[in-house]
């Protein structure tokens, strides 16, 4: 498997969210306080939250929603096993094509997450 670059994507989206946020500053302002409302922890943890969060992202191929997703998971303190046992779940719902975004998730927990000293 070829190596993508998750860091590099997230910079390229941010960089074209940046220019909607001037032509469209009111519709990003509402799309950050739903995602802000949505994402707020409650009944479900942060966690979980963005653990069903990355889920929909693998199932709908996103490759930025896997990178912001499972960056969010890192900085949440997500464990590893956590993370794994939601693929198997994304794999056994979703079929071949979510194996293959898990996998590409799993590449991007890898180059997104500290690397020990």
Same mark, same amino acid.
């Given at each position: 498997?070829?190596? /993508?670059?998750? !860091?590099?994507?997230?910079?390229? *989206? @941010? #960089?074209?969210?940046?220019?909607l946020?001037? !032509? &469209? $500053?009111?519709?990003?302002?509402? /799309?950050?306080?739903?995602?802000?409302?949505?994402?707020? &922890? !409650?009944?479900?943890?942060?966690? @979980?939250?963005?653990? *069903?969060?990355?889920? *929909? !992202? *693998?199932?709908?191929?996103?490759?930025?929603?896997i990178? /912001?997703? %499972?960056?969010?998971?890192?900085?949440?303190?997500?464990?590893? #096993? &956590? /993370?794994?046992?939601?693929?198997? %779940?994304?794999?056994?719902?979703?079929?071949? $094509?979510?194996?293959?975004?898990?996998? #590409?998730? %799993?590449?991007?927990w890898?180059?997104?997450?500290p &690397? $020990?000293?």
């Amino acid at each position: 498997m070829s190596s /993508f670059d998750h !860091g590099g994507l997230m910079h390229d *989206i @941010n #960089e074209g969210l940046a220019v909607l946020r001037g !032509g &469209q $500053p009111d519709t990003l302002k509402a /799309f950050h306080q739903l995602s802000r409302s949505a994402m707020a &922890q !409650g009944a479900l943890s942060a966690c @979980n939250k963005e653990l *069903i969060a990355l889920a *929909i !992202g *693998i199932s709908q191929h996103c490759s930025a929603c896997i990178a /912001f997703h %499972v960056k969010a998971l890192i900085r949440l303190g997500c464990s590893r #096993e &956590q /993370f794994e046992e939601m693929l198997g %779940v994304c794999a056994y719902m979703g079929g071949g $094509p979510s194996l293959m975004y898990a996998a #590409e998730a %799993v590449k991007a927990w890898e180059s997104l997450a500290p &690397q $020990p000293a």
